[in-house]
Structures are given as C-alpha cells and as structure tokens.
C-alpha cells in the first residue's frame, strides 16, 4: 500500500525556519518525482515545489522562491522542504503529493501544519 | 498565474447529479489537457479522482466523469451519496512547469 507521511510542522515566528519531511513506503521512491502542496486556512490548494526523483529537475512556486529549498534522500524514501524566512502568509497544511502522469499527483500524504507566528 | 475559478459550494440530493467547474484560461486549462481533480475529506488526505481532464484511475467509481469545454473544465458526480461529501479540488498544467489549482468546492449531499 502507497503511503505518505509527513512530518515536522510546528509554530515558529516570523522570520524563523522549519524543516518538513515526508517519508514514502509501499511503492520505488526514486522512480518518482514529488511535490509539495500548501493550504492555508479557507483556501486552495496552491502548488509549492516540484524534485524529479534523481534531484536533476527543481521547481519552486514564484511565492517561495529563494526562502524553500526542497531536497530528497532515496535511500531513505524521504522528502524535505526547507522553510526559511518564514511569513505569516507561509501559515498552511503542507501536504506532500507524488507525481503521476498528465499532471497529476497521485498520492498524497495527510499533511503537517506549519503556522506563523508572533 | 492566478487561480483557477471554482465555485465555493455545490449541493444535491442523493442520487442526483451535480456538476462543478473549474474555470481557467487559454493559458492554462483551455491550453493542455492536463485538468486534474481531487477529492478532500477534512483531515485526511487528497485523493485524485479525474486526470488529463476525463480519464479516471483505478478504484473510482465511474460516476465520476470530467470533461472540458474551452477554458472551463468539469467535473460531474452521478448518483450522489453521502460519501460523497467533500471538498473538490480542480488543477491544471500552466507551463514553464507550473501547476496552479482552483479555490475549492464545498460539496454538500442534502
């Protein structure tokens, strides 16, 4: 069975760091590409970052360049965001979300919340 | 890019049907066939129900179905039930590797 779970979510000032990780099973990790996917309270979805499964190919969201760093390590099935110079508007569930064919994401985890503040 | 437009609620009875859109532009949904649609209950995690705007992946009913038509991509539930109250999610391919999604649709089986 195809799992995501992710972890490391937690209250931090503004201006502060948080490290998320997502740690996969059931399924080749590296044969994947990933991605990571925010929801603010009473929003949408909004995509944040994308990490091919060998590391070659990295996309961030224009809101998150610059301050999000997204890393992997296969022999662990795991996937990293890094969250530096954090906002108030960064406050949301993060889910991780495997990729699938066509643009989709085919997998996703339950998500870890990450909230900003003072 | 902006996001996509969806409506903030939809409602039916059980056994009726409902549809919700998902409106982009030329840019994104009208530009690729790649509208993708998410199941959400509160608490527990996304579940995709329609990719490259109609196919459906395995374990979905097929009273899921989608379609597009210009700009505006759909997503059709027949025979409501109960289960399936949720939360919609719409997505689709905006180039350069983007990926933008909808508001969100409140479903509602009355």
């Known amino acids: 069975e195809v799992q995501l779970v992710e972890s490391g979510g937690g209250l931090v000032k503004p201006g502060g760091s948080l490290r998320l990780s997502c740690a996969g099973s059931?399924?080749?990790?590296?044969?994947?590409?990933f991605n990571w996917v925010r929801q603010a309270p009473g929003k949408g979805l909004e995509w944040v970052s994308t990490?091919?499964?060998?590391?070659?190919?990295?996309y961030y969201a224009d809101s998150v360049k610059g301050r999000f760093t997204v890393s992997r390590d296969n022999a662990r099935s795991s996937l990293y965001l890094q969250l530096n110079s954090l906002r108030a508007e960064d406050s949301a569930m993060y889910y991780c979300?495997?990729?699938?064919?066509?643009?989709?994401?085919?997998?996703w985890g339950q998500g870890t919340l990450v909230t900003v503040s003072s | 890019q902006s996001a996509l437009t969806q409506p903030p609620s939809a409602s039916g009875s059980p056994g009726q049907s409902v549809t919700i859109s998902c409106t982009g532009t030329?840019?994104?949904?009208?530009?690729?066939?790649?509208v993708s649609w998410y199941q959400h209950h509160p608490g527990k995690a996304p579940k995709l129900m329609i990719y490259?705007?109609?196919k459906r992946p395995s374990g979905v009913p097929d009273r899921f179905s989608g379609s597009k038509s210009g700009n505006t991509a759909s997503l059709t539930v027949s025979g409501l039930q109960a289960e399936d109250e949720a939360d919609y999610h719409c997505?689709?391919?905006?180039?350069?590797?983007?990926?933008?999604f909808g508001g969100g649709t409140k479903l509602t089986v009355l």
């Open positions: 979300a495997r990729e699938s064919g066509g643009w989709s994401r085919d997998y």
């Open positions: 059931g399924f080749t990790f590296s044969t994947y590409s």
């Open positions: 990490l091919s499964g060998d590391s070659r190919y990295i």
């Open positions: 030329s840019s994104d949904v009208g530009g690729y066939n790649y």
């Open positions: 490259e705007v109609s």
């Open positions: 997505s689709s391919y905006a180039g350069n590797n983007n990926l933008i």
